[in-house]
């Protein structure tokens, strides 16, 4: 009998040193995981204030529609029929140097990134004893995608008369998705709190990568304002929320002035829980998720400085408006260099950089390479008077891709800080054009054709933007802006012939030839 007793003695510690481990090694990481999002990280003082998400209205469906597709009357139709949207480019492509990727590279690339996500999918679906009837991805050489890569050029991101665009914001904004991360700079930011910085990687703003059932990828940005709200104007530029739907006013306006820099964006409500919370296989992201008092699905982003609910998007109770710009091609195909621009503003609450005291600063800047020898500045000039149309404060760098080397195209990346004020202009984003004094004849051209009554740029915006399923993208205010700012980008390029003749100002080509001497206009 003493022999017995001692056995279940032994088998009551046996059991409740197992479930200690478990507790430890198991329950115990997963109820921390849940907790930690919802207490403000120790040392880090630095939170910042952020207005909480608005309400958001229903958006109307639009049915896709090609670029230029209007009626008979569409103004943006007789736009891209217009000779300067049809004339050829000024340098003509000539063969595989002219283009981004080579096909069957391209191929080879995806085929093993889709079969390691197979892989790495199954292995998931076993260890949480889950069973799927869903067949392997298969990687198909007309998914939209891939076209949208294999047609960049040094031209643009797209040609003029390309059916791929259309195709690619279709599927953006259908398809489902089957995955759902942080992006990599959030990443970056979940073990670090750095409270001497003022500017943070990812400022008050969330996004996150979703990739679709045809394992094309975007970035999700979603809805933090309201359309008629303005940035505050004691708001910082850095500390600027991100707007979606500048994301996508910013795609509209690209293609309009015939840069064709943006890479494709799309505005799409999509379903938090279904679309991200059920899809994503980070515990972290699914952390941070919770139930709002109003019963709405919301998340925020875990990271030191806004680990907190007050941060969050939500949906309405599961629908969230947001951006998804579709993916460049990976830098292991398509390296890319990110270069800070010569007129980047101060990030701090003092102190000014040199462009801002000093007049001539751009004969310092012409004498630095690549800007010497290069079409580099010119392409500055043309990222600036974009930037100022929309608004934007916060370009600090600049990504190209090396394979077109220093007169290759700039990529006008994350546009998402333009459009917050539209009863204040910039003027300090032209500085590039007021200090140097060169433009394109080409961007002239179109500037002053959008200038005209019959191609209006705030008619032909507003038309563009009724192919978005969020519609209205923008309000009438911010569409009004963009004439008064156009004028005033014309009014300082005719400041610059006059004083220096129109010889030295207007550039031919993309590497900068001056144009024939035709006097002060």
Not at 73 to 85: D, I, N, T, V, W
Not at 160 to 189: C, F, G, N, W
Not at 302 to 318: Q, R, S
Request: with cysteine; aromatic share 8%.
């Amino acid at each position: 009998m003493p022999g017995l007793r001692r056995d279940r003695l032994r088998t009551l510690l046996l059991l409740g040193v197992l479930l200690a481990a478990d507790l430890y090694f198991h329950l115990g990481p997963r109820v921390r995981r849940r907790l930690r999002p919802r207490e403000r990280p120790p040392g880090c003082p630095c939170a910042r204030r952020a207005t909480p998400s608005a309400p958001r209205p229903a958006a109307r469906h639009v049915p896709p529609a090609e670029p230029g597709g209007g009626g008979p009357g569409s103004k943006l139709r007789a736009l891209f029929a217009h000779p300067l949207y049809n004339e050829p480019e000024e340098s003509p492509l000539l063969g595989p140097e002219d283009s981004l990727l080579a096909g069957p590279e391209v191929l080879r690339y995806y085929r093993r990134k889709v079969a390691r996500w197979n892989r790495r999918h199954k292995i998931y679906k076993e260890q949480l004893n889950l069973t799927s009837l869903d067949p392997p991805l298969q990687l198909r050489l007309e998914t939209s995608w891939i076209q949208f890569h294999l047609g960049i050029s040094r031209h643009g991101l797209y040609s003029r008369s390309s059916p791929v665009v259309s195709k690619l914001l279709h599927d953006m904004r259908h398809l489902p998705t089957i995955s759902a991360d942080y992006s990599q700079d959030e990443k970056a930011l979940l073990g670090a709190c750095d409270c001497t910085q003022i500017v943070k990687p990812s400022g008050v703003h969330l996004k996150l990568v979703l990739r679709f059932s045809d394992f094309g990828k975007a970035m999700f940005k979603p809805m933090r304002q309201l359309r008629d709200e303005e940035t505050p104007e004691d708001f910082f530029y850095f500390i600027d929320f991100q707007r979606h739907n500048a994301e996508i006013a910013a795609f509209h306006l690209d293609r309009i002035l015939d840069f064709r820099r943006v890479p494709p964006t799309v505005g799409r409500l999509v379903n938090v829980t279904k679309d991200i919370l059920e899809v994503t296989k980070n515990e972290i992201l699914q952390s941070v998720f919770f139930i709002s008092p109003a019963s709405n699905v919301c998340f925020f982003a875990k990271c030191p400085y806004l680990c907190k609910t007050e941060y969050a998007v939500c949906g309405n109770p599961h629908l969230l408006e947001g951006s998804l710009s579709a993916f460049l091609p990976s830098l292991n195909l398509a390296p890319r260099l990110s270069v800070p621009s010569p007129w980047i503003r101060s990030y701090s609450l003092e102190g000014k950089e040199e462009w801002e005291v000093n007049p001539l600063y751009c004969d310092t800047v012409k004498q630095v390479y690549p800007h010497s020898s290069s079409g580099r500045l010119l392409n500055i000039i043309d990222m600036a008077i974009f930037d100022f149309l929309t608004g934007n404060m916060d370009r600090h760098h600049y990504e190209t891709f090396t394979k077109f080397g220093d007169d290759g195209f700039l990529i006008h990346l994350d546009n998402a800080r333009g459009f917050g004020r539209h009863s204040r202009d910039e003027l300090s984003i032209l500085s590039p054009l007021s200090q140097c004094c060169r433009i394109k004849r080409k961007t002239l051209s179109h500037l002053q054709l959008l200038a005209q009554a019959d191609y209006r740029l705030s008619d032909v915006m507003r038309e563009s933007l009724l192919e978005d399923q969020l519609t209205p993208v923008l309000t009438e205010p911010h569409l009004l802006a963009l004439d008064r700012r156009l004028q005033t980008v014309l009014r300082t390029v005719q400041g610059c012939i006059k004083a220096h003749g129109e010889h030295s100002v207007v550039a031919n080509g993309p590497t900068g030839q001056s144009a024939p001497d035709s006097g002060p206009s």
